[in-house]
């Protein structure tokens, strides 16, 4: 037989290069085949080896062109799955061009990995033109191409091939589900999984219910994630890692943070650090920062080696709590008892701990001394500091480096925004706005959300329509006169705005949209119901104080997430302290 040609690999320097390292743990000499048919059981043989070592797929399948058999449909299958997870599309066109001239193109298995190998690449045009040409298109070929079109960014085209499916199992809805979380359309989500549920075609698996807890957990929808929960229980489905995580998560940005606890407690899996990790950030975020250093604790008496994340979750729970003195104690030990070197967040923990606590020296030092260049985080943290403390001249400091670090960011003109309007200084109040008009920055509107009966309700502050909206603001008359009767005055040095009128700025802070959604909440519950609302802004200082009061009027236990963490109120008090 006369030596096989240059086999085509030979001309992708992309495989040649990845191959390299692995060049000694392929055989000498061509696999022992059988003399009635050579070719075929070589080619078997090869393709035997590939499955067991699929990061040598390319590497093998050379071998075996340059061997002169021809290539089976899953020898193709395996090359092209390792074109996949390297996002290589040149290869990919080779392995299409020979398979073609093979006559294997039209084969199921091979046909299915072009479309998910050109699908992963990004070329959805040719991934397409292979779906489109296929005599017989299975289920795996349409949830490679809709896989790909998730990808894409294409919602359009998204949406208009999922609805043309013949058919959809787990994986189609799982893909459909897991997009509109990435992309933030939770409650779209939520909606596909109900339809998903309706239709029958099949039942929701773990995968989905991670991708659905996720989507409850970012709006706050507590009945919706009580329910997931008890399907998964009902269902019998394992709860491993990531579902644990998930369930934790959900519950602790619900609010309820003892269903998070009970998650970490009863969970049958073994607890790995991703799951300590998820049970410290609940607590954080829910001002429960001695309960976080508690579990810290625990977390290393079990012998678990704490990462980047848990000292990420228990330098914050310190700056949360006001605890200064643990919290310089856990940075030191980060890297002499675990040798892990401070990044940006752990530095970005370490100022706001000394901003909260108004340590304003020990912030700049730590600022100036860090060994890579302050985020905007760090400068949001030393802004919000100085509009709590009045600390104007360095707040107007740290708001133009805010700006500097994240120009497209609203809340750093805001920030610097609040720092003239505290200090009377609308000129200054003017020019901020003006720059955030030039560089064409908008303030997002203060909306906040609250669940009733699994539906999410939505009120934007001052003018938002809503079915009840008499009911809702009669309700926040009646919370006004209350107010006033147990001696809260409102502090109407939070509206940031040139107005001489007292009674416009107080007006302008009852309209907030989370004393709304608490109003449309009361008017909604019977007593003694918590009430949950979720705010996409920060909760501003006399809203704040009044909750506090509302809590404690009509006895109610009030928990508002907002952009920066939960507030917990009850009978008069918050979890979050006074700090403001």
Not at 288 to 300: I, N, P, Q
Not at 316 to 335: D, L, Q
Not at 358 to 367: Q, R, S, Y
Request: glycine share 8%; proline share 4%.
């Amino acid at each position: 037989m006369p030596p096989p040609t240059v086999p085509f690999f030979l001309t992708s320097t992309t495989l040649a290069t990845a191959a390299k390292p692995q060049r000694q743990q392929l055989p000498a000499q061509p696999p022992p085949c059988d003399a009635q048919n050579p070719d075929a059981s070589l080619a078997a043989s090869y393709t035997a080896r590939m499955r067991l070592n699929p990061n040598l797929a390319l590497r093998l399948f050379d071998h075996l062109l340059r061997s002169g058999a021809d290539p089976d449909p899953i020898a193709y299958a395996l090359a092209l799955a390792r074109c996949a997870r390297e996002r290589d599309y040149p290869a990919v066109a080779q392995l299409h061009g020979h398979a073609t001239k093979h006559g294997a193109a039209s084969h199921r298995r091979v046909r299915n990995g072009l479309i998910h190998a050109y699908s992963v690449c990004g070329m959805l045009h040719d991934a397409r033109k292979v779906f489109d040409y296929g005599s017989e298109v299975d289920m795996v070929a349409w949830n490679c191409l809709l896989r790909g079109y998730s990808q894409g960014g294409d919602a359009g085209a998204l949406w208009e091939f999922f609805t043309d499916m013949p058919a959809r199992d787990s994986v189609s809805w799982n893909t459909v589900i897991a997009w509109c979380v990435a992309n933030g359309e939770y409650v779209e989500a939520i909606s596909v999984f109900q339809e998903m549920l309706a239709c029958q075609e099949c039942q929701p698996d773990r995968v989905t219910l991670v991708s659905i807890i996720s989507a409850t957990a970012y709006l706050g929808a507590l009945a919706q994630g009580l329910w997931a929960h008890t399907y998964v229980c009902r269902k019998g489905i394992e709860v491993d890692e990531k579902l644990s995580s998930a369930l934790i998560s959900m519950y602790s940005k619900c609010g309820f943070i003892e269903g998070a606890v009970y998650v970490f407690e009863n969970s049958c899996v073994m607890r790995s650090v991703d799951t300590w990790n998820a049970m410290l950030a609940a607590f954080t975020a829910n001002g429960y920062s001695e309960r976080a250093l508690d579990l810290f604790t625990r977390m290393e008496s079990t012998g678990f080696v704490p990462n980047r994340i848990t000292f990420n979750s228990v330098l914050n729970a310190c700056s949360h709590g006001g605890f200064v003195k643990e919290g310089i104690g856990c940075f030191e030990r980060m890297t002499s008892s675990y040798g892990i070197e401070p990044d940006i967040a752990h530095y970005g923990c370490m100022v706001d701990l000394f901003c909260r606590a108004g340590l304003f020296e020990k912030a700049e030092d730590m600022i100036q001394t860090m060994p890579m260049e302050p985020d905007a985080a760090v400068w949001k943290a030393l802004v919000g500091a100085c509009r709590t403390y009045k600390n104007f001249e360095l707040g107007k400091k740290a708001g133009h480096r805010l700006i500097e670090a994240s120009p497209n960011d609203h809340a750093g003109y805001v920030l610097l925004s609040n720092i003239y309007a505290l200090d009377g200084n609308w000129k200054g109040v003017h020019k901020v706005r003006k720059l955030m008009l030039d560089c064409r920055v908008q303030k997002v509107p203060g909306s906040s959300s609250i669940e009733l009966d699994g539906v999410i309700h939505e009120f934007i502050s001052g003018d938002k329509c809503h079915s009840r909206k008499r009911d809702v603001y009669e309700m926040l008359s009646e919370m006004c006169k209350l107010l006033k009767i147990v001696g809260y005055t409102p502090d109407t040095s939070q509206v940031l705005l040139d107005i001489d009128d007292e009674d416009v700025k107080e007006s302008s802070l009852a309209l907030h949209s989370e004393r709304l959604a608490i109003a449309f909440g009361l008017i909604s519950t019977v007593p003694g119901t918590p009430i949950r609302v979720v705010k996409n802004l920060r909760v501003c200082g006399d809203c704040h104080n009044a909750i506090k009061l509302l809590s404690k009027i009509y006895g109610r236990c009030i928990i508002v997430r907002d952009a920066n963490r939960f507030h917990h109120f009850r009978e008069g008090s918050c979890s979050c302290g006074d700090y403001w």
